[in-house]
Every structure is written in C-alpha cells, then in structure tokens.
Nanobody
Framework: QVQLVESGGGLVQAGGSLELSCVASGRTFSSCALGWFRQAPGKEREFVAGISWRSRSTSYADSVKGRFTISRDNAKNTVYLRMNSLQPEDTAEYYC?????????????????WGQGTQVTVSS
C-alpha cells in the first residue's frame, strides 16, 4: 500500500512558477513508478509527467515538455513537479499517482494509488 499527499498548489500569474510535492508513505515507494496527472473542469484526467522507480527514465506530455520537470527523492519518499512558464491552460487539479512497475504508465487507469489532489490556478 502507498498513501500519497500532494502540496504546493496555488494561484500564480502567467509566466510564473510553482513546485508541487507529493509525499508518500508505504514500504513500496522506491519500487514504484510515479506520475503526475491533471484534470480541469469538464475535461478528462490527463498525463503530465512520469518518472521510473530509479529515476533513470522520465516522460512528459507534449504540452509541458521544456517547461515542467519531474524528479524524485526516494530517501524522502517524495516526488516533485517543477512547473515553469505556467499558462492559464495549465490550470487544473494536479494529482500524483504511483504504481509498482519498471515502466512509466501514461494512462490514469494504469495507476493503483492516488493522492487527493492540489489545485493550480494560473491567471492571465
């Protein structure tokens, strides 16, 4: 079992930055791939970024490549999402997710564990 708690969301102006954190509890964190997803009102939950369990691989949605960076610190049981050059279209509830796997799943149905979400709002 893995429990996930996100933090770091907030209100930011377009062009600004935020860093989200997700702290996990559970013995299997270090063997999990971790992902960040987001969901805007009226839209489906979409993959944002993922990182493999040893941080050797990362994956990003095209819409955030070059602006967002995912990282993890297994010693702290934490995964981060650094978001730069934020735009109003990045406004959404952001969720972290985990799955015990060597690959990086990009479908939300592939993940077993979810946090409660943190809201990111980007004003124009």
């Amino acid at each position: 079992q893995v429990q996930l708690v996100e933090s770091g969301g907030g209100l930011v102006q377009a062009g600004g930055s935020l860093e989200l954190s997700c702290v996990a509890s559970g013995r299997t964190f270090s063997s999990c791939a971790l992902g960040w997803f987001r969901q805007a009102p009226g839209k489906e939950r979409e993959f944002v970024a993922g990182i493999s369990w040893r941080s050797r691989s990362t994956s990003y949605a095209d819409s955030v490549k070059g602006r967002f960076t995912i990282s993890r610190d297994n010693a702290k049981n934490t995964v981060y999402l650094r978001m730069n050059s934020l735009q109003p279209e990045d406004t959404a509830e952001y969720y972290c997710a985990a799955k015990e796997t060597l690959r990086i799943p990009s479908q939300f149905t592939d993940y077993d564990y979810w946090g409660q979400g943190t809201q990111v709002t980007v004003s124009s």
